[in-house]
């Protein structure tokens, strides 16, 4: 028997080997709840290993969705179910299981061999481990074998049906509906029919099989979201980004190309782009990240809009070739999708450890415009934007996102293009409405420093390129030093002058208290939830969220100054506070995490309630 309970949101967690299907159960089970109505905001989480071995904790794949009828921001702190397909999975996850929570386990997993493979010492069903918590063993692998008998598929694929006969389960339990998940199993598996009818009768049998469970269990109902109107669909933060850069390679009128190395995690902007020929947009998978950064400074040159993506190793071998591009004063987008370094370092983690390598990661003074991004939808907004600051004024731009991010998944309110994201005007120049007699490729806006741009090889705007450094007034190789002087500072005053062509920074809460917090990046979501939790308990605290870190907002300091402290929390060592106390001398504190993980909202809540204790 079952009792049903309306509940505002849940948090569940699906872990397993990387073989047990655990992110397309995940992905599913967030398509349902997302045409159902709820707001969803994802977090999967991989195992670096590509072949760990199977049943330890080595390999564990994980993938928690939170879902519910109000707003959601971040995928959860604590999971209110975990469904672990065997010990290992059970084993790392229960800590970030709530208390009295439920464990949905498949029981047939837990034979004396994997339990020790996962290291217990004693099957934790039995250990007493798992009082206080809401068991479910289920045979699942007999159960599935068993629903399935009738199908003609080997005993392995009737095996791998298990994950489907979890989610069967799930959807009783959440009051879920089926059909979206039914009718995207008879598309993907359209060619085969047996494994269709196996994975859509497992589902069935899960669902049917929860709903006889002799056990008292609770089910619960969330109800609908009340968003705003408009068309949404559901969006993760490389797609996101992909999107981004093709609506901004419309609205400038520009073809994109994208000049890229496979790398964890940034790898699925690659694959996006590469399915929208029809837009005009060209892919070139490099052999190395050096020919990708250069094959798109060629792109560039030639006029396209020019992109390279990576993540820190990648953006560390692009230094180089990004200098050329900031001595060249030409459009190009880097984007670096952040991940746990260093060196390899947790190649499917997240991290934001890269500030300092954006900002000053290459030879000489090399100044960028950096941006980065908030969410997974975002990553649209963020994408577009650095796209326009590239072309509007002339200059190599790095958006920065992370892993947390990009893999992410949440509801994307989709814009009018055409209003929101319009024409975006660049520099590029038509050879037949230019004073060739008097025109000069190194002259520069008096109010923006920005150079035209003039393609290579048009007649009459034939102009010398390369790396060496170019005379202010002829653009001639210059060794002069009071020449190089000059020309460093243009460089620097033309992104510096960027300030004036981005939004004033957005303050969350009064214009004045005790706590300001300062947070940029995919950490949003939980510092938002904790900042607003307290504002709610009546404490005088503020949030400002930089999206726009070089230059920064122009009205940053006005905001800092009316605040008795300022706390800077970051998933690195201490970057931006350092960064923030440069800028402002504000004596800004720093909280900081480096656990390949988004913070938690509980543990923000908690120092900012200490740091406003002392305040």
């Known amino acids: 028997m079952s009792t049903l309970t309306e509940v505002e949101s849940v948090v569940i967690r699906f872990s397993g080997d990387s073989g047990d299907g655990i992110q397309l159960t995940g992905t599913q089970f967030s398509s349902t709840s997302a045409m159902m109505g709820n707001d969803i905001t994802t977090f999967p989480n991989y195992p670096a290993e590509i072949r760990a071995p199977k049943g330890t904790v080595a390999g564990v794949s994980g993938f928690q969705i939170n879902f519910g009828s109000r707003e959601i921001f971040t995928p959860g702190d604590e999971a209110d179910m975990l469904v672990a397909f065997n010990p290992a999975a059970l084993k790392v996850n229960l800590k970030d299981l709530k208390k009295g929570g439920t464990i949905l386990l498949n029981e047939d997993a837990f034979s004396d061999s994997k339990i020790t493979k996962a290291g217990y010492e004693q099957n934790p069903l039995h250990s007493g481990e798992l009082d206080g918590y809401q068991l479910i063993p289920v045979p699942m692998d007999s159960q599935t074998a068993a629903a399935l008998k009738e199908i003609d598929l080997d005993n392995k694929s009737k095996k791998r049906c298990k994950n489907f006969y979890a989610l069967g389960m799930t959807y009783f339990f959440y009051h879920r509906e089926m059909q979206t998940t039914l009718n995207w199993i008879e598309h993907k598996f359209s060619d085969k029919p047996e494994l269709l009818k196996a994975n859509q009768t497992a589902m069935k049998a899960g669902a049917h099989f929860a709903e006889t469970l002799e056990t008292i269990v609770s089910t619960y109902k969330v109800s609908k979201v009340h968003a705003k109107p408009g068309k949404y669909r559901q969006i993760n933060g490389n797609a996101s980004t992909a999107w981004g850069f093709i609506r901004a390679s419309q609205a400038a009128n520009l073809p994109l190309f994208l000049g890229s190395y496979p790398i964890t995690p940034a790898s699925d902007i690659l694959h ?335 120092v900012f309630e200490n740091t406003l204790e002392e305040a």
């Open 272 to 606: 996006e782009l590469s399915k929208y020929k029809e837009f005009g947009v060209k892919t070139f998978q490099a052999e190395d990240e050096i020919a990708a950064i250069c094959a798109s400074i060629g792109a560039g040159l030639a006029g396209s809009l020019a992109i390279t993506t990576s993540s820190g190793p990648g953006i560390a071998l692009k230094g180089e070739a990004m200098g050329l591009a900031v001595s060249y004063e030409m459009p190009l987008v880097i984007v670096n999708v952040q991940r746990g370094g260093p060196s390899t370092g947790l190649p499917t983690k997240t991290e934001q450890s890269d500030l300092f390598q954006a900002l000053y990661g290459r030879s000489g003074d090399s100044p960028l415009i950096i941006v980065a991004a908030s969410r997974p939808n975002d990553c649209f907004h963020m994408a577009y934007e650095a796209s326009r600051l590239a072309l509007e004024h002339m200059t190599p731009v790095m958006l920065l996102t992370d892993g947390y991010v990009a893999n992410g998944t949440e509801p994307w309110k989709i814009p009018n293009v055409d209003i929101e994201y319009a024409n975006i005007k660049h520099k590029m120049l038509n050879p037949e409405n230019v004073d060739k007699e008097n025109w000069s490729w190194i002259k520069r806006d008096p109010d923006t420093l920005v150079r035209d741009w003039a393609i290579p090889g048009m007649e009459g705007l034939e102009h010398r390129i390369g790396g060496l450094e170019k005379d202010y007034e002829t653009g001639n190789v210059s060794y002069d030093p009071e020449n190089h002087q000059k020309m460093c500072e243009a460089r620097q005053k033309k992104v510096e002058k960027a300030a004036n062509n981005i939004p004033l920074q957005e303050l969350e809460g009064d214009e004045s208290g005790d706590l300001l917090v300062i947070s940029w990046g995919g950490t949003y979501g939980s510092v938002e939830m904790a900042v607003r939790t307290l504002q709610k308990e009546g404490k005088k605290i503020s949030l400002i969220h930089l999206r726009y870190i070089n230059p920064m907002p122009k009205n940053i300091a006005s905001i800092i100054k009316n605040f008795k402290k300022v706390i800077v929390p970051e998933l690195n060592m201490g970057q931006m506070v350092h960064i923030i106390n440069a800028k402002f001398a504000c004596d800004a504190l720093s909280y900081t995490k480096v656990k390949g993980l988004p913070f938690k909202i509980s543990e923000l809540k908690e």
